[in-house]
């Protein structure tokens, strides 16, 4: 590294997405000196495209709720296989038990990622972008961490504070070995965008469908410009089928799919097809002396239920919390970092319980014949709206949906043994090939 004096801040930042743009703006509004650098140049591609409602209120206190409303599709809610005539059936988030915002965007995230990271600098954030941490160090007063550059530049940066928030690169996680594999969920995906899909009539041409197939579950986000996300997320022994170019697998179990085909049979891949692998993980631990992770970082399980950008946006506000408030009362660091983790593992674990189930054929049966007693279905499309931090009498609903899922499991517990045991195949499944580098978030 370069011999120069180091560089000093009061907070460095790692990865420039959702959850690091975000914590950046919210240190630097209380005073303190923040760098955030990001491994990539915006705008750059991502998935996970798809927002909550309850993203609504995280947008307003950052102040980019109309650029948010400017870049995006509204979505209404979420539509799922069903056995009715027309095949679906949609939660609309203007049901949900406790209120939210009607509706959510569809936003393209090189554009939402660059618009957040943007912010960060009107706010006063020291930003940088292609340009890589690489051996972060701690010691008892803070934190050296080098930067590289595209150049091939070095840079020694010291800091009293370091906020993990590389995403899928898991900096952090992969340095200190606390990065796990997931023990019960292992999946690979195809996914590109695509021009001249199908939308769904009227208010909810902005919806994200989803769709199951025998190896996995579909997605179908549509996307300002006229373009749809379209992913196939696979059980990792299925993508290693793979024959020609990844394009044309994705297409090939698209049309092996009526429904869904039925939407993009005239439309045409108008970017790159994607692909990665064995993405599913969490870390042992998520904070320590002078270090804090957020958003993906700490974990990812799958996107199934969009909850990616509000649980890392929202660990990013909680995380700009416990920051502040260490370095201005050290001795309180470690109370502040369980409180975090206990909220982070609350809204990971809700969202998780579904995820492990949904592809389970009780599941399917449930979402597919949807039934309000006790108001259960309100609070199924309040978790789908992403309120799982409040309660209201969403929490009991959702145990008690827990209860009945174990009994229409024993309905057809046959049918259930065998999807089981080929789920827990795939964690010993390894996937490699893949073409997207680790997404930030």
């Given at each position: 590294?370069?011999?120069?004096?180091?560089?000093?801040?009061?907070?460095?930042?790692?990865?420039?997405?959702?959850?690091?743009?975000?914590?950046?703006?919210?240190?630097?509004?209380?005073?303190?000196?923040?760098?955030?650098?990001?491994?990539?140049?915006?705008?750059?591609?991502?998935?996970?495209?798809?927002?909550?409602?309850?993203?609504?209120?995280?947008?307003?206190?950052?102040?980019?709720?109309?650029?948010?409303?400017?870049?995006?599709?509204?979505?209404?809610?979420?539509?799922?296989?069903?056995?009715?005539?027309?095949?679906?059936?949609?939660?609309?988030?203007?049901?949900?038990?406790?209120?939210?915002?009607?509706?959510?965007?569809?936003?393209?995230?090189?554009?939402?990622?660059?618009?957040?990271?943007?912010?960060?600098?009107?706010?006063?954030?020291?930003?940088?972008?292609?340009?890589?941490?690489?051996?972060?160090?701690?010691?008892?007063?803070?934190?050296?961490?080098?930067?590289?550059?595209?150049?091939?530049?070095?840079?020694?940066?010291?800091?009293?504070?370091?906020?993990?928030?590389?995403?899928?690169?898991?900096?952090?996680?992969?340095?200190?070995?606390?990065?796990?594999?997931?023990?019960?969920?292992?999946?690979?995906?195809?996914?590109?965008?695509?021009?001249?899909?199908?939308?769904?009539?009227?208010?909810?041409?902005?919806?994200?469908?989803?769709?199951?197939?025998?190896?996995?579950?579909?997605?179908?986000?549509?996307?300002?410009?006229?373009?749809?996300?379209?992913?196939?997320?696979?059980?990792?022994?299925?993508?290693?089928?793979?024959?020609?170019?990844?394009?044309?697998?994705?297409?090939?179990?698209?049309?092996?799919?009526?429904?869904?085909?039925?939407?993009?049979?005239?439309?045409?891949?108008?970017d790159h097809c994607h692909v990665t692998g064995n993405y599913s993980y969490t870390c042992a631990q998520i904070g320590g002396p002078r270090w804090l992770m957020v958003g993906d970082?700490?974990?990812?399980?799958?996107?199934?239920?969009?909850?990616?950008?509000?649980?890392?946006?929202?660990?990013?506000?909680?995380?700009?919390?416990?920051?502040?408030?260490?370095?201005?009362?050290?001795?309180?660091?470690?109370?502040?970092?369980?409180?975090y983790a206990q909220r982070v593992g609350r809204g990971l674990n809700m969202f998780s319980w579904f995820i492990f189930r949904f592809t389970s054929p009780a599941m399917a049966q449930?979402?597919?014949?949807?039934?309000?007693?006790?108001?259960?279905?309100?609070?199924?499309?309040?978790?789908?709206?992403?309120?799982?931090?409040?309660?209201?009498?969403?929490?009991?609903?959702?145990?008690?949906?827990?209860?009945?899922?174990?009994?229409?499991?024993?309905?057809?517990?046959?049918?259930?043994?065998?999807?089981?045991?080929?789920?827990?195949?795939?964690?010993?499944?390894?996937?490699?090939?893949?073409?997207?580098?680790?997404?930030?978030?």
């Amino acid at each position: 590294m370069s011999s120069a004096p180091p560089s000093v801040c009061d907070v460095l930042v790692a990865g420039g997405g959702p959850a690091g743009s975000t914590v950046a703006t919210l240190l630097a509004r209380r005073g303190l000196n923040v760098r955030l650098v990001e491994r990539d140049r915006h705008p750059r591609f991502h998935i996970g495209e798809s927002l909550l409602p309850m993203n609504r209120p995280i947008f307003e206190r950052l102040g980019v709720l109309d650029k948010v409303e400017a870049l995006g599709l509204r979505k209404a809610g979420a539509d799922f296989p069903a056995d009715n005539p027309q095949g679906y059936g949609t939660f609309r988030f203007a049901r949900s038990l406790r209120p939210t915002a009607p509706y959510a965007w569809q936003v393209r995230r090189d554009q939402f990622d660059q618009m957040l990271f943007q912010h960060a600098g009107e706010n006063g954030v020291q930003t940088s972008q292609a340009t890589r941490v690489r051996n972060v160090r701690f010691d008892a007063q803070g934190v050296d961490a080098d930067l590289l550059d595209a150049e091939g530049r070095t840079e020694t940066v010291r800091a009293r504070y370091f906020v993990d928030a590389s995403g899928r690169d898991t900096l952090l996680g992969s340095q200190l070995h606390l990065k796990r594999k997931h023990d019960q969920h292992q999946s690979a995906a195809l996914f590109a965008h695509f021009s001249g899909a199908l939308r769904r009539p009227g208010d909810d041409a902005g919806n994200i469908s989803i769709y199951r197939f025998a190896h996995g579950w579909v997605w179908m986000i549509p996307l300002p410009d006229g373009l749809m996300s379209v992913g196939a997320v696979c059980w990792p022994e299925y993508l290693k089928q793979r024959r020609g170019s990844p394009g044309e697998f994705l297409i090939d179990t698209l049309r092996a799919m009526p429904e869904a085909w039925a939407r993009l049979e005239h439309a045409r891949i108008a970017d790159h097809c994607h692909v990665t692998g064995n993405y599913s993980y969490t870390c042992a631990q998520i904070g320590g002396p002078r270090w804090l992770m957020v958003g993906d970082a700490i974990a990812f399980v799958d996107p199934i239920f969009s909850s990616g950008v509000l649980l890392a946006m929202d660990s990013a506000e909680q995380a700009a919390q416990v920051v502040a408030g260490a370095l201005s009362k050290p001795r309180d660091e470690a109370k502040l970092q369980k409180r975090y983790a206990q909220r982070v593992g609350r809204g990971l674990n809700m969202f998780s319980w579904f995820i492990f189930r949904f592809t389970s054929p009780a599941m399917a049966q449930m979402f597919g014949n949807p039934r309000n007693f006790w108001r259960i279905e309100e609070a199924v499309i309040s978790l789908l709206a992403g309120d799982v931090y409040r309660d209201g009498g969403v929490r009991w609903r959702l145990l008690m949906f827990r209860m009945l899922y174990r009994l229409t499991r024993l309905g057809m517990l046959g049918r259930e043994r065998q999807a089981f045991a080929a789920r827990q195949r795939q964690t010993d499944v390894e996937f490699t090939g893949g073409t997207t580098p680790q997404d930030h978030v």
